[in-house]
């Protein structure tokens, strides 16, 4: 009756964690040295289909795997030339915060206790940083699509026009139409299905040439759709599609969702992070006029997996979306549970993890300014490297660089030969961007949320893709 998963002697486990930490150190101070990218061997993935462990192997043999099969397969993105997808590298700090996390365990519910109120302070920060008024609601979640999912959310809440949460989506009421543009993220659909409102009823509207919601476009189905007894409910906004990095037109957006009375939310999940560098603030504008709004830390806030941000401009609503109440989560004017469980209120978790600290420790370790340069340092790189591909005659842009994502191609090559191209780069560990279809074309595609890139590491990038090119 007296086990416990404490070592017996702490001192072989202290020395073991010291040696990860060492280890771990060396691997970050290394990145520039190794390979962006390399591929698993057969052996490797063999071993990682191991028979489940029904005996103690120990912490040394756990370790010892890690180091051979786990560490060297990184998906690349702690790395300098990694430019893949919009991920964020981690940063030595965070990754020490989440220790310190881990260790201490809290439940982040709610609940009378020092963590609580770091989250609420990192809240608070955000709602400042992006513009929202002062007391509006907030909670920090997995990553964006769960974020924007809560935005949704309570836009269906406010509405609706009926008791959503009673009667739900199955009862007779009109069609309720949520409006994004054709380069909205994924998480839009997905997010229509899980809400119960369904794929058919979420509008895409075109966009122009700078790959923005075509506004006039907006209006006219918004018109179109009450027309035949539908309810408009929401417009989503993007500061920053995944594809590109285009910026909806924010002021008119939210002009137009005023008029019309419906919920505007902006998905700012890497692009809303431009509004904290002073230059690149008025490409977000009217974000802040956002019902709610969405966007992740761990990505152009350069933090470790996971965490992520939905702010509500209405407390009560917020609130009013989510709330539960049940017996043994009852609060109480004193004691642990004072003040009530608020975070389990404001999204769809009630357990949940202690994601602040990595926020309130990077802030306070390098200031808000440092992580604004740094962003505005990755857009001034989009621009560097658009001008490499504008100069060099085997390459062209495929779409315009609205902030920090850039589209391109070899000229001399077709589609299947640019896919070979990025096949190689990746295999070949020299750089990690990704693919996406831009001007028609399939396109190499670099979205820089880096902290770790240098200037030469682009140079490195567009002499790669013409060799490999010129090559084939």
Same mark, same amino acid.
């Given at each position: 009756?007296?086990?416990?998963?404490?070592?017996?002697?702490?001192?072989?486990?202290?020395?073991?964690?010291?040696?990860?930490?060492?280890?771990?150190?060396?691997?970050?101070?290394?990145?520039?040295?190794?390979?962006?990218?390399?591929?698993?061997?057969?052996?490797?993935?063999?071993?990682?289909?191991?028979?489940?462990?029904?005996?103690?192997?120990?912490?040394?043999?756990?370790?010892?795997?890690?180091?051979?099969?786990?560490?060297?397969?990184?998906?690349?993105?702690?790395?300098?030339?990694?430019?893949?997808?919009?991920? %964020?590298?981690?940063?030595?700090?965070?990754?020490?915060?989440?220790?310190?996390?881990?260790?201490?365990?809290?439940?982040?519910?709610?609940?009378?206790?020092?963590?609580?109120?770091?989250?609420?302070?990192?809240?608070?920060?955000?709602?400042?940083?992006? %513009?929202?008024?002062?007391?509006?609601?907030?909670?920090?979640?997995?990553?964006?699509?769960?974020?924007?999912?809560?935005?949704?959310?309570?836009?269906?809440?406010?509405? =609706?026009?009926?008791?959503?949460?009673?009667?739900?989506?199955?009862?007779?009421?009109?069609?309720?139409?949520?409006?994004?543009?054709?380069?909205?993220?994924?998480?839009?659909?997905?997010?229509?299905?899980?809400?119960?409102?369904?794929?058919?009823?979420?509008?895409?509207?075109?966009?122009?040439?700078?790959?923005?919601?075509?506004?006039?476009?907006?209006?006219?189905?918004?018109?179109?759709?009450?027309?035949?007894?539908?309810?408009?409910?929401?417009?989503?906004?993007?500061?920053?599609?995944?594809?590109?990095?285009?910026?909806?037109?924010?002021?008119?957006?939210?002009?137009? =969702?005023?008029?019309?009375?419906?919920?505007?939310?902006?998905?700012?999940?890497?692009?809303?992070?431009?509004?904290?560098?002073?230059?690149?603030?008025?490409?977000?504008?009217?974000?802040?006029?956002?019902?709610?709004?969405?966007?992740?830390?761990?990505?152009?806030?350069?933090?470790?997996?996971?965490?992520? =941000?939905?702010?509500?401009?209405?407390?009560?609503?917020?609130?009013?979306?989510?709330?539960?109440?049940?017996?043994?989560?009852?609060?109480?004017?004193?004691?642990?549970?004072?003040?009530?469980? !608020?975070?389990?209120?404001?999204?769809?978790?009630?357990?949940?993890?202690?994601?602040?600290?990595?926020?309130?420790?990077?802030?306070?370790?390098?200031?808000?300014?440092?992580?604004?340069?740094?962003?505005?340092?990755?857009?001034?790189?989009?621009?560097?490297?658009?001008?490499?591909?504008?100069?060099?005659?085997?390459?062209?842009?495929?779409?315009?660089?609205?902030?920090?994502?850039?589209?391109?191609?070899?000229?001399?090559?077709?589609?299947?030969?640019?896919?070979?191209?990025?096949?190689?780069?990746?295999?070949?560990?020299?750089?990690? !961007?990704?693919?996406?279809?831009?001007?028609?074309?399939?396109?190499?595609?670099?979205?820089?949320?880096?902290?770790?890139?240098?200037?030469?590491?682009?140079?490195?990038?567009?002499?790669?893709?013409?060799?490999?090119?010129?090559?084939?």
């Amino acid at each position: 009756m007296n086990r416990t998963l404490d070592p017996a002697d702490w001192s072989p486990l202290r020395s073991l964690g010291h040696q990860m930490l060492d280890d771990i150190f060396d691997h970050l101070a290394s990145l520039r040295e190794q390979p962006a990218w390399q591929p698993m061997p057969a052996a490797v993935r063999a071993a990682l289909r191991e028979p489940l462990p029904r005996d103690a192997q120990g912490p040394d043999a756990a370790y010892a795997d890690f180091l051979e099969n786990v560490l060297p397969y990184r998906n690349g993105n702690l790395g300098p030339r990694f430019w893949g997808w919009v991920q %964020g590298n981690g940063t030595p700090v965070g990754m020490l915060a989440d220790f310190l996390a881990s260790a201490m365990n809290p439940h982040l519910a709610g609940f009378d206790h020092a963590p609580a109120l770091v989250e609420q302070q990192v809240i608070d920060w955000l709602v400042e940083l992006m %513009g929202m008024p002062s007391g509006a609601s907030g909670v920090l979640t997995s990553g964006g699509t769960v974020a924007n999912l809560i935005g949704l959310a309570v836009a269906r809440q406010a509405k =609706c026009g009926f008791d959503v949460r009673e009667d739900g989506m199955q009862s007779e009421h009109p069609l309720l139409t949520v409006y994004c543009s054709t380069e909205a993220h994924g998480w839009a659909r997905r997010a229509m299905e899980v809400l119960g409102l369904g794929n058919r009823a979420l509008r895409r509207v075109a966009v122009d040439a700078e790959l923005r919601m075509d506004v006039d476009a907006l209006r006219e189905a918004i018109a179109a759709d009450r027309a035949k007894g539908a309810r408009p409910i929401c417009v989503i906004a993007t500061a920053g599609t995944v594809n590109t990095g285009a910026i909806d037109d924010l002021v008119r957006i939210a002009n137009l =969702c005023a008029e019309e009375n419906l919920w505007f939310h902006v998905d700012g999940a890497f692009g809303a992070l431009a509004r904290l560098a002073p230059s690149l603030a008025d490409r977000v504008r009217g974000m802040e006029r956002a019902d709610s709004l969405a966007f992740d830390l761990h990505k152009w806030g350069y933090l470790p997996f996971e965490v992520g =941000c939905a702010l509500v401009r209405d407390p009560e609503l917020h609130k009013a979306t989510f709330e539960l109440k049940g017996r043994y989560l009852d609060p109480t004017d004193r004691g642990v549970i004072a003040g009530g469980l !608020p975070f389990a209120e404001r999204g769809l978790e009630l357990t949940r993890g202690f994601k602040a600290l990595k926020v309130w420790m990077s802030f306070k370790a390098h200031g808000v300014d440092a992580i604004a340069e740094l962003i505005e340092q990755n857009v001034a790189q989009a621009a560097y490297l658009a001008k490499r591909i504008e100069e060099h005659p085997e390459l062209a842009l495929t779409a315009p660089v609205a902030l920090n994502v850039v589209c391109f191609r070899y000229v001399p090559g077709d589609d299947a030969a640019n896919r070979e191209i990025l096949m190689r780069v990746q295999e070949e560990g020299i750089a990690v !961007p990704s693919s996406t279809v831009a001007g028609g074309h399939y396109s190499i595609r670099c979205a820089i949320t880096n902290h770790r890139s240098r200037l030469e590491d682009f140079d490195l990038l567009v002499e790669a893709v013409v060799r490999i090119g010129r090559s084939l």
